[in-house]
């Protein structure tokens, strides 16, 4: 009792010194913002930095140390050796241009094109479009005329709404007049596949699952429950089919009816969705909400190639300047004092049960 009666005091003072500095942190956090409250970042990874740093590590490791160093020797002089070219090329052909458009060539001559990695790992609420459309915001304020897009996608599908809006924020890319391009490793069914067709090539690992394009609902009735129990349910509705289906009323015919009949609505907007941006697909065919792989979903045409992302980007990194985007949410400060405190009491209690099964041996 002495044992628990001391710890509960600690346990007590620790939380409240957490607690203390939390608020103390709270407080110098809002007079530095001074009033404007930053929602998150975008954060940038080049990932020919990352595939050369790879590259670079394996050389070390498996050459001797004078070879390594008449390679990277080697590649130096060949890197010097083809900016010098593209200069004179550049210089060659600002002599056959006007001296207005002179600069304008040089620049674009001298310009490797981009790609934009964005990553899309959806749930039944799409929550990750949040951030993807803050990373569609970024990358339209510099993205030019021959730059693309890659979307690695991966999802199941779920709310028609929620991935309507996801779908929609890739449209903004197709109406830039930009390059995109859907990858697809492991899966992009139903609301995933909405999404996947709006890009200009769709391509997936061998195994990945594409395809059910359709339409689910479903839902429990507990209505013979709660009569066998003698407990009533009224829904009050203002409108006639306000209410459809219930889990805890009757439900009608007329009802059900209606219901089927909003499903099979829902069904020809996503089909017509999908032949307008794939209107080579034999829609009534892929329609069924059946799943296909990858190696079968191209005879389809539900695809474009089989090839998995890695594959595609690193092909990409040899002739263009490739980014991978990521907005990052700010935390707000009562969200970070909440995982402080967890983490604290987390360890306090991880001390305690040690401290507890010592003394058993003592």
Not at 171 to 178: K, P, V, Y
Not at 224 to 245: F, N, P, Q, S
Request: aromatic share 8%; net charge negative; glycine share 6%.
């Amino acid at each position: 009792m002495e044992f628990l009666s001391d710890y509960g005091l600690f346990l007590a003072k620790a939380i409240t010194v957490v607690i203390a500095f939390g608020f103390i942190a709270a407080i110098l956090a809002s007079a530095k913002r001074g009033g404007a409250e930053e929602q998150g970042s975008i954060e940038v990874k080049k990932l020919n930095d990352q595939f050369d740093q790879y590259r670079d590590q394996l050389r070390s490791a498996t050459l001797e140390p004078e070879a390594y160093k008449e390679l990277q020797k080697g590649e130096a002089k060949q890197k010097k050796q083809e900016q010098k070219d593209a200069k004179k090329q550049a210089k060659k052909k600002s002599k056959q241009e006007s001296a207005e458009d002179q600069e304008t060539s040089e620049a674009v001559e001298a310009k490797r094109q981009r790609t934009f990695v964005l990553d899309f790992d959806g749930d039944v609420k799409a929550s990750p479009v949040e951030s993807m459309r803050e990373e569609i915001s970024a990358l339209l304020t510099i993205a030019e005329k021959g730059d693309e897009v890659v979307l690695r996608l991966e999802s199941g599908g779920g709310m028609v709404h929620s991935y309507g809006l996801a779908a929609s924020q890739l449209d903004r890319i197709r109406q830039a007049e930009l390059g995109l391009t859907i990858c697809v490793d492991k899966v992009a069914a139903s609301g995933g596949y909405m999404m996947a067709c709006v890009g200009d090539k769709i391509m997936a690992a061998p195994f990945a699952l594409l395809g059910s394009i359709g339409v689910l609902a479903q839902l429990p009735n507990f209505n013979r429950l709660l009569k066998k129990h003698d407990v009533d349910m009224e829904i009050l509705t203002a409108g006639e089919y306000k209410r459809t289906l219930t889990m805890f009323g009757e439900n009608t015919e007329k009802g059900r009816s209606k219901f089927v009949e909003e499903l099979e609505e829902t069904h020809e907007l996503f089909k017509h969705y999908v032949s307008e941006r794939r209107p080579e697909l034999d829609i009534a065919a892929v329609a069924t909400g059946e799943v296909w792989y990858g190696i079968k979903a191209i005879e389809n045409k539900l695809i474009d190639e089989v090839q998995t992302s890695d594959a595609y980007l690193q092909l990409q990194a040899k002739e263009r300047d490739v980014y991978q985007l990521s907005f990052t949410h700010k935390k707000s400060m009562a969200e970070k004092l909440g995982l402080s405190i967890e983490a604290s009491i987390d360890r306090l209690a991880s001390k305690w049960w040690t401290r507890a099964n010592q003394r058993r041996f003592w």
